[in-house]
């Protein structure tokens, strides 16, 4: 059986397309109101959370990072511990004491060797000459360094100043006992001095006090004898003696800096707690906070302007669609408001879902979002509404899915969630679109189940995320996706059929079963009736499905179409079988009232058994207000014999009506007279039949049968096209062709 739908001409067409339903104003209404669903779903999840809080309050809930905010404060008091945790560094500057020990020595040695030179000027000259010395040692030392930058600047200021500071003062007695010395002993004097200096400055020397106490020990056990030569010894050793262990301010620095380096930043993750619930906002967690824009007041017009942008864009997507859908604007756009209410109300319930599932995912893995059932939303509107609508729903709804299950907030949108979401939202359009049982829902659930846990496997293959739990994880939660969608779609359906008046292919084919209570009345009661409403289904659909309309509606509202017969079955011809006809019997008036009101109480009998109003309105509307001219002429005939003026007019031989509102009551209509009058020819020709189905359509069109429900001149010929080759399929045995009666003539004459 052909389940054809086609969105515009389908579902919702029971509804009068006056008033509010086909109102421009309402129609745009609720297009703003699709850019605000937009708005709404997407800001929460692009713009950051603002509080109304001020320094010294108490907060009254807890405060999350929107994203991960750096504790500067934080931050910078561990890298300050880190770096005081930082020992001074020393350096070792080798300033060769020695030296000082060797130029000290040979200017005694030459100015003892001057006799022109009186011994009070050389003890005046020692006494001036050797402390300057040490100070000139140092300088020279320095300058050396400086050019040939192996020690840097602070260092040898360091070294400069701090030797200075410990200078060893020579007593004055000694320099009235240098004269003394012979060469001999100043050359022995000037070899033990270097030795000691030299052994004394391997080691590090932070303080040369320290160093210097062992120069008597050190004097006392060498090879010189002689006292007074001992003594000048140590006195020259201690003053030659100066430290080289000096803090280094520059390694120092760059060690702590290190430190500083490699302190690890303190952050707030996104989605941690800030501050708790009922915490006193101190000076620096208010200055966090400012530095997370999340006070009220903080600047985010710009994220706000992107968001209306892109609730825009995707409104602007959906009014394409819409407009396209009928190949005009949108303001006659055939979606009727109901339709658009009902869609409206779809995308509401498919991003809450959604909502919810993102709050799951924020308390647990992120992966959570692999259970939304987002595809949700677009199995109800290819039930309901339209299966390109849904196809164009997919797109938003990848959109928008990705921005509420995004968890990484440094991008827009979550990829994996997007082609997730497109995936399911295919199978579940291909799986669904020919359902004709309930059933067929838990079957598409299973196919959304598939090919969702499919999709998410070669994203975590292609991601290389192999971790065997987390991946059952990811993919236990997309195979329950498609059984929660399937599950929620039942549930919900029956929903929207009945608030919205929804004659869904589940439904009619439900309703097509020969099990219904009334099908099964119709066949028992008036199996005449039964027999020419399934012939009539046959053609209708044929027909409706030419133009674009509802087949299966067109087949179904057949079947119904008459069951108002059912009350009187013995007035209509077709269950008159082996019977006379009352007709015959009775005023032409009671025959006219007891066959129009077939139409009523069909109508009536399936609104006591809560069948569609579609389904009604077919029953209702099939014969328009059409003309049962048999009886108005028979009548006539009656009122002439009796000779008596006529108390009647030709339109109170009408049906009441209304007339055919829907393309579908039209067809049905069409197809109903000519099945009747096609099964009341003996055996007819194909021309017959053409020329029958057109009179019946020319005189029905002339009645102004179809001003109501927009059917086109081209519309009633493809309709009339179909009607033909039906009826040349289903009697095919019976309708002469040509050359069948050409011959039949030739045989005639040949007797």
């Given at each position: 059986m052909t389940q054809q739908k086609n969105s515009r001409n389908v579902k919702g067409n029971h509804l009068n397309f006056t008033g509010w339903r086909q109102s421009n104003l309402v129609k745009w209404m609720l297009m703003a109101l699709f850019v605000?669903?937009?708005?709404?779903?997407?800001?929460?999840?692009?713009?950051?959370?603002?509080?109304?809080?001020?320094?010294?309050?108490?907060?009254?809930?807890?405060?999350?990072?929107?994203?991960?905010?750096?504790?500067?404060?934080?931050?910078?008091?561990?890298?300050?511990?880190?770096?005081?945790?930082?020992?001074?560094?020393?350096?070792?500057?080798?300033?060769?004491?020695?030296?000082?020990?060797?130029?000290?020595?040979?200017?005694?040695?030459?100015?003892?060797?001057?006799?022109?030179?009186?011994?009070?000027?050389?003890?005046?000259?020692?006494?001036?000459?050797?402390?300057?010395?040490?100070?000139?040692?140092?300088?020279?030392?320095?300058?050396?360094?400086?050019?040939?930058?192996?020690?840097?600047?602070?260092?040898?200021?360091?070294?400069?100043?701090?030797?200075?500071?410990?200078?060893?003062?020579?007593?004055?007695?000694?320099?009235?006992?240098?004269?003394?010395?012979?060469?001999?002993?100043?050359?022995?004097?000037?070899?033990?001095?270097?030795?000691?200096?030299?052994?004394?400055?391997?080691?590090?020397?932070?303080?040369?006090?320290?160093?210097?106490?062992?120069?008597?020990?050190?004097?006392?056990?060498?090879?010189?004898?002689?006292?007074?030569?001992r003594e000048i010894v140590q006195e020259i050793a201690r003053f030659s003696i100066m430290p080289n262990r000096f803090f280094d301010k520059t390694m120092t620095d760059e060690a702590r800096e290190e430190a500083r380096n490699n302190t690890t930043p303190i952050v707030y993750k996104e989605n941690e707690v800030i501050v708790k619930k009922n915490q006193e906002i101190t000076p620096d967690l208010f200055a966090l906070l400012t530095e997370a824009n999340v006070l009220q007041g903080t600047d985010h017009h710009w994220s706000r302007i992107g968001v209306v942008l892109l609730s825009l864009m995707l409104f602007a997507f959906l009014y394409v669609y819409l407009s396209q859908s009928s190949g005009v604007g949108l303001k006659?756009?055939?979606?009727?408001?109901?339709?658009?209410?009902?869609?409206?109300?779809?995308?509401?319930?498919?991003?809450?879902?959604?909502?919810?599932?993102?709050?799951?995912?924020?308390?647990?893995?992120?992966?959570?979002?692999?259970?939304?059932?987002a595809a949700l939303g677009i199995m109800l509107i290819t039930l309901l509404i339209d299966e390109h609508l849904a196809m164009a729903s997919t797109f938003i709804f990848s959109i928008v899915g990705s921005v509420i299950l995004n968890t990484n907030t440094s991008l827009l949108l979550d990829f994996k969630f997007g082609v997730y979401i497109i995936v399911i939202s295919l199978a579940a359009i291909y799986s669904i679109k020919h359902a004709s049982q309930r059933s067929a829902i838990l079957k598409a659930g299973i196919m959304v189940s598939l090919f969702?846990?499919?999709?998410?496997?070669?994203?975590?293959?292609?991601?290389?995320?192999?971790?065997?739990?987390?991946?059952?994880?990811?993919?236990?939660?997309?195979?329950?996706?498609?059984?929660?969608?399937?599950?929620?779609?039942?549930?919900?359906?029956?929903?929207?059929?009945?608030?919205?008046?929804?004659?869904?292919?589940?439904?009619?084919?439900?309703?097509?079963s020969p099990n219904h209570p009334l099908l099964r009345k119709l066949l028992t009661e008036t199996p005449?009736?039964?027999?020419?409403?399934?012939?009539?289904?046959?053609?209708?659909?044929?027909?409706?499905?030419?133009?674009?309309?509802?087949?299966?509606?067109?087949?179904?509202?057949?079947?119904?179409?008459?069951?108002?017969?059912?009350?009187?079955?013995?007035?209509?011809?077709?269950?008159?079988?082996?019977?006379?006809?009352?007709h015959d019997t009775i005023d032409p008036m009671l025959s006219k009232s007891i066959i129009v009101a077939h139409a009523k109480d069909g109508a009536e009998m399936l609104k006591a058994y809560n069948i569609p109003k579609q389904l009604r309105d077919i029953a209702e509307q099939h014969h328009g207000t059409t003309s049962l001219k048999f009886f108005y002429y028979k009548a006539l005939k009656e009122a002439e014999g009796q000779g008596v003026e006529p108390d009647f007019k030709e339109e109170d031989f009408r049906y009441p009506g209304?007339?055919?509102?829907?393309?579908?009551?039209?067809?049905?209509?069409?197809?109903?007279?000519?099945?009747?009058?096609?099964?009341?020819?003996?055996?007819?020709?194909?021309?017959?039949?053409?020329?029958?189905?057109?009179?019946?359509?020319?005189?029905?069109?002339?009645?102004?049968?179809?001003?109501?429900?927009?059917?086109?001149?081209?519309?009633?010929?493809?309709?009339?096209?179909?009607?033909?080759?039906?009826?040349?399929?289903?009697?095919?045995?019976?309708?002469?062709?040509?050359?069948?009666?050409?011959?039949?003539?030739?045989?005639?004459?040949?007797?």
């Open positions: 605000i669903l937009f708005y709404l779903n997407l800001a929460p999840h692009i713009i950051p959370e603002t509080y109304n809080i001020t320094e010294g309050s108490v907060s009254d809930k807890d405060i999350k990072a929107p994203t991960e905010i750096r504790d500067e404060k934080a931050t910078r008091e561990a890298e300050e511990k880190a770096a005081n945790a930082i020992e001074d560094s020393y350096s070792i500057v080798a300033s060769r004491n020695d030296s000082l020990v060797e130029s000290i020595f040979l200017r005694i040695e030459q100015l003892n060797a001057d006799d022109q030179v009186s011994k009070e000027d050389k003890i005046d000259i020692y006494r001036s000459e050797i402390p300057s010395r040490y100070d000139q040692h140092i300088q020279i030392f320095v300058k050396s360094s400086n050019a040939t930058t192996t020690y840097n600047e602070l260092l040898l200021e360091e070294m400069s100043n701090v030797a200075k500071e410990q200078r060893y003062t020579i007593p004055e007695e000694t320099f009235y006992k240098l004269p003394q010395l012979s060469q001999e002993q100043l050359t022995e004097m000037r070899m033990v001095a270097k030795e000691i200096v030299r052994k004394l400055t391997i080691e590090p020397i932070r303080n040369a006090e320290t160093a210097r106490t062992q120069v008597a020990e050190m004097v006392n056990s060498s090879t010189i004898s002689n006292r007074t030569a006659r756009a055939s979606y009727n408001n109901t339709q658009l209410l009902m869609l409206l109300l779809i995308y509401l319930i498919n991003f809450g879902v959604i909502q919810i599932t993102s709050v799951i995912q924020s308390e647990t893995a992120n992966v959570a979002g692999y259970f939304a059932p969702g846990s499919f999709s998410v496997l070669t994203m975590l293959l292609m991601a290389e995320q192999l971790d065997r739990m987390p991946m059952l994880y990811s993919l236990g939660l997309a195979f329950g996706s498609g059984l929660v969608t399937s599950i929620l779609v039942v549930g919900l359906m029956p929903f929207f059929e009945i608030s919205f008046g929804i004659l869904s292919a589940l439904k009619l084919v439900e309703l097509s005449g009736t039964y027999h020419h409403s399934v012939m009539v289904g046959n053609l209708a659909e044929a027909a409706a499905e030419s133009i674009g309309a509802n087949g299966l509606l067109c087949r179904v509202g057949s079947f119904y179409h008459d069951l108002g017969k059912t009350k009187r079955p013995s007035y209509f011809i077709e269950n008159q079988t082996n019977m006379s006809n009352p209304p007339k055919a509102q829907s393309k579908e009551a039209a067809v049905v209509g069409i197809a109903d007279c000519v099945e009747a009058a096609v099964r009341s020819l003996r055996n007819p020709t194909i021309t017959q039949v053409e020329d029958m189905i057109h009179k019946i359509i020319k005189n029905r069109v002339d009645d102004n049968q179809y001003n109501e429900c927009d059917l086109t001149m081209k519309e009633l010929d493809k309709i009339a096209q179909s009607l033909k080759e039906s009826l040349m399929g289903i009697f095919h045995s019976r309708i002469e062709y040509p050359e069948d009666v050409k011959q039949k003539g030739n045989e005639k004459e040949q007797i």
